[in-house]
């Protein structure tokens, strides 16, 4: 199928892996193909801003979910080796028919005998089922901690409960000897599983896997290998979690593996390493006038201390052009899905105000690393303040309220209008977030509240488009707004200025009645710190009155009244994550 660069054995083949890790980024190919673009993983080490400890946690803790959700919006788009059953239309993951041509020695020493095989990670069941076609002989074991897999695997036309056992195993916290017998399983197969594991928790998968296998076991794996061209498109979206550890638009995760630390993983687990290396195929795509690296490790593992003598060499690194996708380039994100940038807006979310029910259409968060518009989700922060607003209508009730970056969702100017505001304006950057939050002001409130809402666009620092929005709250005393909201709108240090600043040039110089006009921001603390934060509210203006931090209150007191011990809000208030701030103007002494 290619053309072999290096072919090498022992530790020879490690410095083969690492002359095929070309840099590069874009380079236009020459002659005839000069309108093409090479695209190369980057050799240099970049410096891209991690997730924060809150999404890592919550990406560890819902990571079934978001597989979950991932089979629930491919389940459709299945290929299947075989016809599909009904109701199914198999046509994204790819089977798996290099099987048989890379590992076929090892299922076919043994023909004859009944072979024993788990496949870990089985997904919709695109190794096992190849894998019982070619040698109907062996009995496969299917796990994946997915049921909306393995409700897939169940659903194929070709499944045989004599001849497939699927069940759903999460293998950093199940014993698989619970459900496996030990030491009775001949092979494990890993393709593509190991790397949607935290690196931390990749040692309770081999271990548990070891105690399965038969003396003298092989372990089959195929995964992600560093260099990889989605590695690099994903630093570049500053999606890294830790050391060549990801996640995807979609919340799933990706690990990119190095020989070594594979080799390392197996051996400090009881293992010995049979064959590893890295493949690498270059994928054109003509629509695209695109040609990319994909690069991929190929290893076997065997429960000894000793490596057999009859073992071949180490697999050779190879590189070879290919048109399209074809099913030997198992890597299972597509290539147009590397550049979708377009994810639907298909995330519905119920919100309770009382007697009011408020239905956002938006973004999944998951997207937050990869959509360039955080505006099209609804945040923890502004589900909390529109609560808060619905408890306490004395904060906006008979004022004229401004919400910056309401987003799409615009639930606290929602929750204004019902809680009889004066005027509410919701203002967003994004012309994008405005249009969907036009939608959901039309779909959830009615005729008279709309009419109450002012939906404008405002970006921080515009003085434009400060006058616009300024020139609405005028009436014959006063000008300026009594309350301004801001939730989640801290993230970027460099919009903090501009934020404050605008808040400023908006807020009313004069109290109505004995209250003074507000700044109230409520965040999930992430790159730009509290003190950060006071200080540039300081600097242009602002006095901090009362806050919330880290479910402590400290201050006047005005924020602790919001939350009784018969608030809805309660629960929210005393989380770690969820902060808020009340400001006022600072007047001159």
């Not at 090479?38 to 890592?56: E, G, H, K, L, M």
């Not at 036309?157 to 759903?168: G, I, L, M, R, Y």
């Not at 928790?201 to 076991?217: A, E, F, H, S």
């Not at 429960?303 to 050779?316: R, Y």
Request: proline share 3%.
């Amino acid at each position: 199928m290619g053309v072999p660069i290096s072919h090498s054995t022992g530790r020879g083949a490690r410095g083969a892996q690492k002359l095929a890790r070309r840099g590069g980024a874009l380079m236009a190919a020459a002659g005839d193909e000069g309108k093409k673009i090479q695209i190369y993983a980057s050799t240099t080490t970049t410096s891209a801003r991690q997730v924060t400890p809150y999404w890592r946690e919550k990406y560890e803790r819902d990571a079934k979910k978001y597989w979950d959700i991932f089979y629930k919006r491919h389940q459709d788009k299945v290929r299947s080796y075989f016809p599909s059953p009904a109701g199914l239309s198999f046509d994204f993951f790819k089977d798996r028919h290099y099987l048989d041509k890379e590992w076929g020695a090892y299922f076919n020493s043994q023909e004859g005998k009944k072979l024993v095989v788990l496949e870990v990670g089985c997904g919709a069941g695109n190794t096992i089922f190849p894998l019982i076609s070619t040698y109907p002989y062996i009995f496969v074991h299917a796990c994946d901690f997915s049921p909306r897999a393995v409700d897939l695997v169940k659903a194929h036309k070709a499944f045989k409960p004599v001849q497939v056992n699927a069940f759903v195993c999460d293998l950093t916290v199940d014993d698989l000897s619970e459900k496996i017998t030990p030491s009775s399983l001949d092979i494990v197969t890993m393709v593509f599983m190991l790397s949607a594991v935290a690196p931390e928790k990749m040692p309770l998968v081999v271990q548990n896997i070891r105690k399965v296998l038969k003396p003298n076991g092989r372990v089959l794996l195929r995964d992600y290998a560093t260099g990889d061209l989605a590695q690099e498109r994903l630093s570049c979206k500053e999606q890294q979690i830790s050391e060549n550890f990801y996640v995807r638009g979609d919340g799933t995760r990706a690990f990119y593996f190095s020989d070594d630390f594979l080799t390392n993983l197996f051996a400090n687990n009881g293992f010995s390493t049979v064959d590893i290396g890295i493949c690498q195929k270059q994928v054109e795509n003509r629509s695209l006038e695109l040609v990319m690296n994909r690069r991929w490790v190929q290893a076997v593992f065997m429960v000894t201390g000793e490596v057999p003598k009859s073992v071949d060499d180490l697999i050779e690194v190879v590189n070879h052009v290919e048109e399209d996708i074809d099913n030997e380039l198992d890597i299972s994100d597509t290539i147009t899905g590397l550049f979708d940038n377009s994810p639907s807006l298909d995330e519905v979310t119920e919100i309770k105000l009382g007697y009011l029910s408020l239905t956002i259409k938006g973004l999944a968060k998951e997207y937050q690393h990869t959509c360039k518009s955080t505006g099209l989700m609804l945040w923890e922060s502004a589900r909390l303040m529109c609560k808060v607003l619905a408890e306490n209508p004395s904060i906006v009730a008979g004022k004229r309220v401004l919400e910056l970056g309401c987003g799409s969702a615009g639930v606290c100017s929602m929750a204004a209008a019902v809680q009889s505001a004066e005027l509410v304006v919701a203002t967003d950057g994004d012309t994008a977030a405005l249009d969907l939050l036009r939608e959901n002001v039309v779909s959830n409130l009615q005729p008279g509240l709309i009419d109450k809402i002012i939906i404008k666009r405002l970006v921080w620092g515009n003085t434009e488009d400060i006058n616009v929005v300024r020139h609405l709250s005028l009436d014959q005393s006063r000008c300026g707004f009594d309350v301004i909201i801001g939730t989640d709108v801290t993230y970027i240090p460099d919009a903090v200025a501009p934020l404050f600043e605008t808040a400023r040039a908006l807020i009313s110089d004069t109290a109505d009645g004995e209250a003074e006009p507000a700044l109230i921001i409520c965040h999930i603390q992430r790159r730009v710190t509290e003190d950060s934060i006071i200080a540039t509210a300081t600097r242009c203006g602002f006095r901090l009155v009362d806050r919330l931090v880290n479910g402590m209150y400290s201050g006047s007191g005005i924020i602790s009244s919001w939350f009784s011990s018969s608030s809805g809000c309660m629960g929210m208030s005393q989380s770690a994550t969820l902060n808020i701030m009340y400001f006022q103007v600072r007047r001159n002494v």
